[in-house]
T-cell receptor, first 120, second 109 residues
């Protein structure tokens, strides 16, 4: 399957600061990437769909001014959590959809390893 | 009612047991079905993908879909301690993934 990396894998920050998380597609050009958030013992919740060269599409209830997404190239999408607060502490995971793959179909998404954000 | 319902467990089995993980879904528009495995503090990893009713086998894993009853299953044969993880059933329609809650599985030696 597709290889997706995230950086950093773990970040701790003070309340009120901003944190940038990078998501890279290592083996194909991704016009679309997805950002999810996962709280402990819960499943993944889609936050937004990141589109290369255009604005991201946010899910209902996700503040676009708080979670800034930039998809500046076909291999890199970034999520910036602005003015982070303790309630933003979560596991953030990105994914890509290569369109077709030996293991999956056109809807299959491949996930990065995740970034654990802790806001003090 | 959630679109994909999955028993969260936890499920604990001895090594070598056959494990059965199950989901139901309510949206008839769902076209494809997947199982992901997620280890603690890691991203989900694709295990199985299927789009039609019936069985699909890959090594120790068998995915089963019954579209008439909207029922999805994953069977793990000869379970190993390394299979201990959270298993997510996922249904998709028009590119959007809908996740079940995930079942926590522990295989003890």
């Amino acid at each position: 399957g597709a290889v997706v990396s995230q950086h950093p894998s773990w970040v701790i920050c003070k309340s009120g600061t901003s944190v940038k998380i990078e998501c890279r597609s290592l083996d194909f050009q991704a016009t679309t990437m997805f950002w999810y958030r996962q709280f402990p013992k819960q499943s993944l919740m889609l936050m937004a769909t990141s589109n290369e060269g255009s604005k991201a599409t946010y899910e209902q209830g996700v503040e676009k001014d708080k979670f800034l997404i930039n998809h500046a190239s076909l291999t890199l999408s970034t999520l910036t959590v602005t003015s982070a607060h303790p309630e933003d502490s979560s596991f953030y995971i990105c994914s890509t959809n290569p369109g077709t793959s030996p293991l999956g179909g056109t809807d299959t998404q491949y996930f990065g390893p995740g970034t654990r954000l802790t806001v003090l | 009612q959630k679109e994909v319902e999955q028993d969260p467990g936890p499920l604990s089995v001895p090594e070598g047991a056959i494990v059965s993980l199950n989901c139901t879904y309510s949206n008839s528009a769902f076209q494809y079905f997947m199982w992901y495995r997620q280890y603690s503090r890691k991203g989900p990893e694709l295990l199985m993908y299927t789009y039609s009713s019936g069985n699909k086998e890959d090594g120790r894993f068998t995915a089963q879909v019954d579209k008439s009853s909207k029922y999805i299953s994953l069977f793990i044969r000869d379970s190993q301690p390394s299979d201990s993880a959270t298993y997510l059933c996922v249904s998709t329609s028009y590119g959007k993934l809908t996740f079940g809650q995930g079942t926590i599985l522990t295989v003890h030696p």
